[in-house]
């Protein structure tokens, strides 16, 4: 079954950190680019971060940069995101993402919250 399974969401308060995991399953994950999306309440789902299936070149949204590392390990069919220095504007549900061959997969999301 292709699928995009996230884990990894919670609560935690400003400053702190969390790891996001996607593990993909179904298809040949070292081949395709990975993406990390979010949505908050009332907003229009974002793209956070990217990671390219050769090389692990990486890009990200100017509102996480220098807070937000994605990364992969194909041995593990997993795509991961590291977000440190959390703020409340970082609250939203996250997704997984990729694009294999013509179907637009996506995870079922994981919440994130950034609250005192």
């Known amino acids: 079954q292709v699928q995009l399974v996230e884990s990894g969401g919670g609560l935690v308060q400003p400053g702190g950190s969390l790891r996001l995991s996607c593990v993909a399953s179904g298809f040949t994950f070292s081949s395709y680019r990975m993406n990390w999306y979010r949505q908050a309440p009332g907003k229009q789902r974002e793209l956070v971060a990217m990671?390219?299936?050769?090389?692990?070149?990486?890009n990200y949204a100017d509102s996480v940069k220098g807070r937000f590392t994605v990364s992969r390990d194909n041995a593990k069919n997993t795509v991961y995101l590291q977000m440190n220095s959390l703020k409340p504007e970082d609250t939203a549900v996250y997704y997984c993402?990729?694009?294999?061959?013509?179907?637009?997969?996506w995870g079922q999301g994981t919440q994130v919250t950034v609250s005192s």
């Open positions: 990671i390219t299936s050769v090389g692990g070149i990486t």
């Open positions: 993402n990729a694009l294999v061959n013509t179907r637009n997969l």
